[in-house]
């Protein structure tokens, strides 16, 4: 078999030291990971620290830089996307912007997952382009946020993409410890949408028993990991994405966000700074215990295994965005959604999760068909269909108020995307 090539665009993100490190200890023949970035300062700190890290492992792969979408793209066997248009900066003016309208927000909702989104979509346009000529058969993995909304625009560009999440990792992590069994022992029918999920059913090992309501009588109102009231858990009864804390309690969460002294941006630029003082160090070769408090900690792990499972054909379970088809009953088959799924013979299939819970489903088609509204405005550079998509979420109460957001983020980022007509 031969080697394998893996491009990564946004190659000097502060993540991709995980992923070498992943890489490196993985039984995988790999003859080239191309990082490229178009920050050549950062990428040339991040490939000298991989450089360091692939020779600890005893590996041989090489590790190549560039600053041209193309190179990593020619020949690959997978594209991973990692990349942040306008970097930490712009994050902070969409965070900025939404704190002055009052709309409760974090990174993938609200104004910085819009935001996120509008800039990522003319450099996925082209890297589309690229792939679909130069690597028409690569496994392309998403890890950039809103990740589900970017792997569906994808898919509508006719790439075959994947999204990835950290989410489902550490919710089996937490079930494990509850239970007193690995990581490996839970199996969870995790469902909807990225940063939109919900478990009914967690079993541990062989047996069939549900073990759901064991991990919720351990855990309670307000803890980490379950960050919402005594009766949003106990009514729903169910496993619930941290992120949907923004939706059930968004007046608290918005008046935690009015009184901080930074915003979550601002503390993510400072301890990117710090990552990349490390990283910098002469003999640097092993990843910092400071990464895991960056919030992307965790995404390298599910990409390693899912390339592994691609490449052996294993049928390991992996919690990954994909095409729903018919797999989420009530909503539309191309809604890319967060399921179970195996690798089989080099696609990427989901599994029968059962619906969606009554309680939650209105929220989850609600939120499905506002990113339909995002991938038909991108598509054709649609004001009316960003200002349907606002008109919808639950998040955005004045439609005057989302007109004027609109204009502003039109205004802030002129140097990233053209304004909408």
């Known amino acids: 078999m031969r080697d394998i090539k893996i491009g990564v665009i946004g190659g000097g993100s502060v993540f991709t030291p995980e992923l070498v490190d992943l890489l490196a200890e993985c039984p995988l023949s790999i003859g080239s990971l191309v990082l490229m970035d178009i920050d050549g300062e950062r990428l040339d700190t991040i490939a000298r620290m991989a450089r360091r890290q692939v020779a600890k492992k005893g590996r041989t792969f090489r590790v190549e830089t560039t600053a041209d979408y193309a190179e990593a793209i020619d020949g690959s066997d997978f594209v991973l996307i990692q990349l942040r248009a306008g970097g930490q900066k712009m994050r902070i003016e969409d965070e900025a912007i939404a704190l002055r309208h009052a709309v409760p927000f974090v990174e993938t909702v609200t104004v910085p997952g819009l935001g996120a989104y509008l800039r990522s979509v003319p450099i996925y346009e082209k890297l589309a382009e690229l792939i679909r000529r130069r690597a028409p058969h690569a496994q392309v993995m998403n890890f950039t946020n809103p990740a589900g909304a970017m792997t569906q625009f994808l898919q509508a560009l006719e790439v075959n993409a994947v ?14 410890e509850t239970l007193g069994v690995d990581t490996a022992d839970i199996a969870m029918d995790w469902k909807g949408l990225n940063h939109l999920t ?48 923004y939706y059930f309690h968004a007046r608290r969460r918005l008046q935690e966000l009015q009184e901080r002294e930074a915003s979550r941006g601002q503390q993510v630029l400072a301890l990117e700074k710090e990552l990349m003082s490390l990283y910098a160090e002469p003999g640097a070769d092993t990843v910092p215990d ?41 909503l539309p088959p191309d809604t890319v959604v967060e399921v179970p799924a195996v690798a089989v013979n ?19 088609l609600t939120m499905s068909t506002v990113y339909r509204y995002w991938v038909r405005a991108a598509l054709s550079r649609s004001l009316r269909d960003l200002r349907l998509s606002m008109l919808v979420h639950p998040l955005f109460p004045d439609a005057e108020d989302s007109e004027a957001i609109l204009s502003e983020f039109f205004e802030v980022n002129r140097d990233f995307v053209d304004p909408y007509q």
């Not at 064991?214 to 949003?232: A, C, R």
């Not at 009514?235 to 804390?245: P, R, S």
């Not at 895991?292 to 992996?318: A, C, E, M, P």
């Not at 989901?350 to 989850?364: K, M, R, S, Y």
């Open 290 to 330: 400071l990464l895991s408090k960056r919030g992307g900690f965790g995404y390298s792990k599910v990409v390693v295994n899912l390339i592994q499972s691609l490449v052996t054909n294993d049928h390991r379970v992996h919690y990954v965005n994909v095409r729903n088809g018919s797999t989420l009953t009530g």
């Open 163 to 176: 999204g990835v999440c950290n989410s489902p990792l550490f919710f089996v992590k937490a079930a494990a």
């Open 346 to 364: 080099g696609e990427v299939l989901a599994l029968d999760t059962g619906p969606l819970p009554e309680a939650v489903f209105p929220l989850v």
């Open 198 to 245: 919900f478990v009914s059913q967690i079993t541990a090992g062989s047996s069939a028993v549900n073990r759901l309501p064991d991990v919720l009588g351990q855990v309670g109102p307000w803890s980490p990991g379950f960050p919402f009231s005594e009766h949003v858990l106990g009514d729903l009864g169910l496993g619930i994405n941290g992120y949907l804390q």
